[in-house]
Structure formats: C-alpha cells, structure tokens
C-alpha cells in the first residue's frame, strides 16, 4: 500500500478523488482514506499549480511525498489540464493519470486535442480522463442549467467520442455543477445508465461536493466508478479556520487553527470515502492478488 497506478485504482473502484490546494489538502484526504481504509486519488489541477506561481514540481513532490507514506493504496492525478506545458511534465513528477479538458473546445478540435493527448500518456504509461458535455462552474463561469440544450453528455455521441480519442475514462454532464457549495444538484440518473450501457470506460462525475449523499450514492450504484470532490472539503477546512478564529481572535500562529481545519477536512474525506465505496473494503477485496489493470 502506497503510491499505485490510478487504473490500479479505479478498476477496484468506485472511488473518491480530491482535490490539493495545499500540503494540508494531500494530508487530510491521506488521512480521511486511512480512517476510512479506503484508497483514494490525489489530484492537482491546472488552477492549483497556478496558485502556486505555475510551478508543479513543488506541490507535486509534496503530495507525492504524502502518499508514498500512507497506508492505503493512492495514486495522483493531474486535473482538468488544459496546457500542453503542464500535461507534457506529469510522468516526470510521478502523477500516474491525467484529465485532458478540451470541453470548451468544437466537437471535432476536443476530439482531436484529447486524441493527441492521449497518444502521448499513454506512450508514458499514463492512464487518460476526458470530459465529454458542459458541466460549468469552473474558473469562476457561471453553473450552467443542467437542462440547457447540450448541456447534458449525449450517450451515443460519448460512446464515439471514446472510440475515436483512445480515453481510459470519460467525465459526463448529469447534472452537477463544479464549485457548489450547497448540495442541492439533482442527478440525471436516466442518463447515467444509459451512459453506462453505451460507454466501455469508466464514467467520472465532476461537481460531486453539491450533490447530496442520497443522490451521490444512487449515482454509484448506476455506473459512476470516480467521483471528483473538491469545494466540499475547502468548505470544511475554511468553516474550521473562521471558527478558531472567531472563538480566538489573539491567535497569530497559523498551526493552531490549520490544525483543526485539516482534521474538519480529514472527517469529510472519510464520509465520502465510506459513502462512495458503499461499506465494501477495497483495500481487503485486493489482498493476496495480482492487479487487474496496469498502465495502457
């Protein structure tokens, strides 16, 4: 148990991946996975490396260092990476899966870009997300209305999007909406199993921190295999920062109020680990037997 392959993981799925902001980000959700004894995915996105002046060499090495100590399976994750400077530096840095997004992109151009991608990390041994629909709320944009003509992932448009773009997983449009911080999204789960019946590759749902537990876990049971979660846990982790400071205005040293932040954190990720896995034990199913998938 330690740093494995992300197909490793989500063949054994299904499985959460949060998001790093920080150092206390990567050793929260290590230890919520651990509490919860369930593997988990670690992933950085684009607008996190910018956060850290464009440089990924840092926050990676970082939040490679966290998971190679853990003592549950975890892989990392390069996310929602639009330019070609960054996705060209994961293998190098020890990611083991990357997520193109060319969502904004023309049909035939997204195609295209996430075909080239694709060919390219595979040839490192890197396992390849797409995103397929318009799921919104990212960098600020508006949360796009679920119902919106070609706002929802077409089923037989997906199934050849995969086809012609060599992806190993596919993120769809049912109805969640990136950056939500209430859990209110309604899911289109119709359209999920229609997905899943069309689709070979394992389907992702972005935008999971606004959507209920019920609704998370109905998605589960339909086909969804990785959930991506992010303003669920930066919603904990602030609530416990203003709350230590609210309770104690004098203090200066950052440590006493990280501290309890990183512990709110740490619960939610073990909440969503426990919800997302259903009650079963990954780590325990795997025991005593040779991986299913290995890198494409």
């Known amino acids: 148990m330690a740093l494995v392959p992300t197909g490793q993981i989500v063949a054994a799925g299904p499985v959460c991946a949060f ?42 090495a970082a939040t490679r260092a966290v998971a190679a100590s853990a003592t549950v399976d975890v892989a990392l994750h390069l996310d929602h990476v ?3 400077d960054l996705w060209r530096q994961a293998a190098e840095h020890g990611f083991g899966s990357i997520m193109v997004d060319a969502s904004r992109l023309p049909y035939r151009e997204n195609v295209a870009t996430t075909r080239a991608v694709a060919e390219f990390a595979h040839a490192r041994g890197l396992w390849v ?14 949360p796009v209305d679920p119902h919106a003509p070609g706002a929802r992932t077409d089923p037989a448009e997906a199934a050849s999007y995969v086809a012609r773009t060599g992806v190993d997983a ?3 449009a049912v109805g969640s909406t990136h950056a939500m911080t209430t859990r209110s999204a309604v899911l289109d789960h119709t359209l999920i199993g229609r997905l899943r019946a069309e689709i070979a590759v394992p389907l992702v749902l972005h935008g999971s921190s606004g959507v209920p537990d019920e609704e998370l876990g109905r998605a589960v049971r339909g086909g969804i295999v990785k959930v991506n979660i992010g303003t669920a846990l930066n919603v904990a982790f602030t609530g416990a920062v203003r709350g230590a400071l609210a309770a104690h205005p004098e203090l200066v040293d950052p440590r006493r109020y990280l501290a309890p932040a990183r512990e709110a954190m740490a619960e939610r990720v073990t909440h969503f680990c426990r919800l997302v896995s259903g ?8 025991a005593g037997r040779a991986p299913t998938v290995t890198e494409s």
Do not use: C, W, Y
Request: proline share 7%.
């Open 279 to 286: 009650g079963a034990n990954p780590q325990a199913s795997m």
């Open 170 to 172: 596919l993120a769809v």
């Open 19 to 60: 998001n790093v902001i920080s150092l206390e980000h990567a050793e929260a959700i290590v230890a919520g996975a651990e509490a919860a004894a369930r593997p988990v995915i670690l992933q950085i996105s684009e607008n996190a490396v910018r956060f850290h002046d464009s440089r990924l060499a840092p926050i990676a």
């Open 129 to 142: 997300e797409a995103e397929l629909g318009t799921i919104g709320g990212k960098d600020g944009e508006p």
């Open 82 to 84: 639009v330019s070609p």
